[in-house]
Nanobody
Framework: QIQLIESGGGLVQAGGSLRLSCAASGRAFDTYTLGWFRQAPGRERDFVASVSYSGGGAYYADSVKGRFTISRDNSKNAAYLQMNSLKPEDTAVYFC?????????????WGPGTQVTVSS
């Protein structure tokens, strides 16, 4: 069973950058699609980006295309979300999860999340 832990969040000014990490423990991490989601106060958890099991494919929400880059390193059981040109509306708790399908559905095994706050 895969367990995930997110890290790398923080407070940044608009226009700045952050790199989030998702560390996985357990077996067969490299067989799952990995997705990043975010949840702002009072809102549902929204899809941000996903990366295929091999890292060869990536899929993004329109709101982050051209600003965020998802990647993974299966040798380290880890995935990343590079966030550039951050906007105040990117403020949320960010979560990673896994899926058996591509580009991903029914994600599960959520970590506790990492807070990203973008000040204007």
């Amino acid at each position: 069973q895969i367990q995930l832990i997110e890290s790398g969040g923080g407070l940044v000014q608009a226009g700045g950058s952050l790199r989030l990490s998702c560390a996985a423990s357990g077996r067969a991490f490299d067989t799952y699609t990995l997705g990043w989601f975010r949840q702002a106060p009072g809102r549902e958890r929204d899809f941000v980006a996903s990366v295929s099991y091999s890292g060869g494919g990536a899929y993004y929400a329109d709101s982050v295309k051209g600003r965020f880059t998802i990647s993974r390193d299966n040798s380290k059981n880890a995935a990343y979300l590079q966030m550039n040109s951050l906007k105040p509306e990117d403020t949320a708790v960010y979560f990673c999860g896994i899926s058996n399908s591509w580009p991903g559905a029914e994600f599960r095994s959520w970590g506790p999340g990492t807070q990203v706050t973008v000040s204007s």
